[in-house]
């Protein structure tokens, strides 16, 4: 696969996106949205890729936003189509049936913090930032930072972060929840490996069911959310992974899981 403006690996499993235009503060202009979609498409018909991290290159940005100089004089029919292109690939990562680590390495703004978002969970480095500025730019959150924000954090805090263009340091993303670790920047990938590889030594069906379930319980009421947890529990049941897992505890060993 050729990309222009990431790099990307799958090695023992995990499936690494490193988004790359350092010149530029790795901003994700319209043909970085289109790589990351194509690594994204890929990794969701991917039977060898079992956990995905996604960082930026360097040690400074993550990513600084969507790309303003691109933007800066889209009409409204044109903003309104890359908002709507771009929030569907950051969707896209959001519903892949394998769990995403964002490693946030540097800044993650706008556009940037909308993908760390998407993520299932957030590892940061000591100098990450987060923030919403785009209503210093006459702008509002585009790709899913208003809705995922709020249900991330609360909106009392989504709000003041978003109104008043507040970005935070990590000690303050790691306080209100919206990472899960904070690290040195040369232990930032090694931490985000470290808990993939944990992953990995679960069953891979119910990895996957699990973050199914987690998420559909976030698009819905409780009691349909526990609905489809306890169907989802059942089809456990007709996996070869739940009788091997609990075989092997019953054997006081290692499960040997399949996938299957
Ligand atoms: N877009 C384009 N270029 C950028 C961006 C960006 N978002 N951020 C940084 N750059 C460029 C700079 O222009 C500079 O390039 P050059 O050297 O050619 O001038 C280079 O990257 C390095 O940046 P700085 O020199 O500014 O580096 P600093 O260390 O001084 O500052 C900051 C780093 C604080 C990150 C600063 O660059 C900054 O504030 N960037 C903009 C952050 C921002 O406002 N992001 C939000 C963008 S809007 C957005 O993401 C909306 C998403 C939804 C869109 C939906 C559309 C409908």
Same mark, same amino acid.
């Given at each position: 696969m050729?990309f222009?403006?990431?790099?990307?690996t799958v090695e023992?499993?995990i499936?690494?996106i =490193?988004?790359?235009?350092p010149k530029q503060?790795?901003?994700?202009?319209a043909a970085?949205v289109?790589?990351?979609e194509?690594?994204?498409?890929?990794i969701?018909?991917?039977k060898d890729?079992q956990?995905v991290?996604?960082? $930026?290159?360097?040690?400074?940005?993550?990513?600084? $936003?969507?790309?303003?100089?691109? !933007?800066?004089d889209?009409?409204p029919?044109?903003a309104?189509?890359w908002?709507?292109? $771009?929030?569907?690939?950051?969707?896209k990562?959001e519903?892949l049936?394998?769990p995403?680590?964002?490693a946030v390495?540097?800044?993650?703004?706008g556009?940037?913090?909308?993908?760390?978002?998407?993520?299932?969970?957030?590892y940061?480095?000591?100098n990450?930032?987060f923030?919403q500025?785009?209503v210093?730019?006459?702008?509002?959150?585009?790709?899913?930072?208003?809705?995922r924000?709020?249900?991330?954090?609360?909106?009392?805090m989504?709000k003041?972060?978003?109104?008043?263009n507040?970005?935070?340091?990590?000690?303050e993303?790691l306080?209100i929840?919206l990472?899960n670790?904070?690290?040195?920047q040369?232990?930032?990938?090694?931490?985000a490996?470290? =808990?993939?590889?944990?992953i990995m030594k679960q069953?891979?069906?119910?990895?996957?069911i699990?973050?199914?379930?987690?998420?559909n319980?976030?698009?819905c009421?409780?009691?349909?959310g526990?609905?489809f947890e306890?169907?989802?529990f059942?089809l456990?049941?007709?996996?070869?992974d739940?009788?091997?897992? !609990?075989k092997?505890?019953?054997e006081?060993?290692?499960?040997?899981?399949?996938g299957e």
């Open positions: 050729e222009e403006n990431i790099l990307f023992e499993g499936a690494t =490193t988004i790359n235009r503060a790795n901003a994700l202009n970085t289109r790589d990351i194509k690594a994204v498409d890929y969701a018909g991917s890729v956990v991290i996604i960082t $930026g290159a360097g040690d400074k940005f993550f990513v600084a $936003g969507a790309d303003i100089k691109e !933007m800066a889209y009409n029919k044109q309104g189509d908002g709507t292109y $771009g929030a569907g690939v950051i969707t990562i519903r049936p394998q995403v680590i964002c390495n540097g800044y993650a703004l556009g940037g913090c909308e993908i760390s978002m998407a993520c299932d969970f957030r940061a480095s000591d990450a930032v923030g500025p785009e210093g730019l006459g702008i509002i959150p585009g790709f899913g930072g208003t809705q924000l709020a249900r991330l954090v609360g909106p009392g989504a003041e972060i978003i109104l008043s507040q970005n935070i340091d990590s000690a993303a306080r929840g990472v670790k904070v690290v040195p040369a232990e930032l990938m090694p931490a490996i470290k =808990t993939a590889k944990k069953g891979p069906v119910a990895v996957q699990a973050k199914k379930a987690i998420n319980g976030l698009q009421d409780i009691i349909t526990i609905q306890s169907n989802v059942g456990c049941f007709a996996t070869k739940q009788k091997e897992g !609990m092997a505890f019953m006081k060993r290692k499960a040997d899981f399949k």
